[in-house]
């Protein structure tokens, strides 16, 4: 693995030990804090004069091609590609990332973590994986953005594989359209008899039938029909 990578090769000493503490404090889909700060403070400790060297490192690192440096609402992250090659835990065990999505990978589609499993029957044998497409990508963005008003920790759903494939599978059937208009009432009927309480994408998803069911029999009672 990266001992043999020549990316990793042609990095200073200083910049392979950086790497090497990214790559072993990364959480299990490869992804890691990428500020300058937070680097020093989990690898280097207490060793307070390396900051202007943990720079230049930093700079190395930045542009080598196996890891993304991306900026989210002012923090930085970084995550490392192709990391299920060196993932080896079980995939059942896997945690998924607390880290939002890479801007850099949504933009080019290169790797977009949320994976989607190919449909029943062109499932290869080796469980083969396609990345998600940006456009799509972008309208799973704008549905668990909905969520901002019903759930103070919606960003967390950016990173989590189980929402982000609840949101894309919702999109499938319903459209962008009607799935925002979807949503869009919940606030209304969140809290009311008889109607679910959803919060999440996946409870979106788990109580359609139960939504739509209710919606219909409410309709005349003044919550805005579909
Ligand atoms: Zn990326």
């Given amino acids: 693995m990266m001992w043999e990578d020549p990316t990793f090769n042609n990095f200073s000493i200083g910049a392979r030990l950086l790497f090497v503490g990214m790559f072993s404090n990364a959480d299990d889909e490869g992804f890691i804090r990428g500020d300058a700060g937070s680097l020093k403070r989990l690898i280097f400790g207490f060793d307070d004069n390396i900051k202007?060297?943990?720079?230049?490192?930093?700079?190395?690192?930045?542009?080598?091609?196996?890891?993304?440096?991306?900026?989210?609402?002012?923090?930085?992250?970084?995550?490392?590609?192709?990391?299920?090659?060196?993932?080896?835990?079980?995939?059942?065990?896997?945690?998924?990332?607390?880290?939002?999505?890479?801007?850099?990978?949504?933009?080019?589609?290169?790797?977009?973590?949320?994976?989607v499993k190919l449909s029943k029957g062109k499932v290869s044998k080796d469980n083969t994986t396609i990345a998600t497409p940006p456009s799509v990508a972008s309208e799973i963005v704008e549905v668990i953005n909905l969520f901002q008003s019903l759930n103070p920790s919606y960003k967390k759903f950016f990173g989590n594989n189980t929402q982000r494939g609840a949101a894309e599978r919702m999109l499938k059937i319903h459209g962008l359209e009607k799935l925002k208009k979807l949503i869009e009432i919940l606030p209304q009927t969140n809290g009311k008899q008889y109607m679910p309480i959803i919060t999440t994408p996946l409870q979106?998803?788990?109580?359609?039938?139960?939504?739509?069911?209710?919606?219909?029999k409410t309709e005349s009672k003044g919550i805005q029909s579909l």
Avoid at 77 to 95: E, G, N, P, V
Avoid at 100 to 110: E, F, G, L, Q, T
Avoid at 204 to 216: P, Y
Wanted: hydrophobic residues 35%.
């Fill in 52 to 115: 202007p060297e943990l720079d230049g490192w930093l700079n190395e690192i930045r542009v080598a091609k196996n890891i993304h440096f991306y900026e989210t609402e002012g923090e930085t992250y970084a995550h490392f590609l192709k990391w299920d090659k060196h993932q080896k835990q079980q995939k059942d065990r896997i945690q998924l990332t607390q880290y939002p999505m890479c801007s850099i990978c949504v933009a080019s589609d290169k790797q977009v973590p949320t994976k």
């Fill in 204 to 216: 979106l998803e788990d109580k359609m039938g139960m939504l739509m069911f209710n919606l219909k």
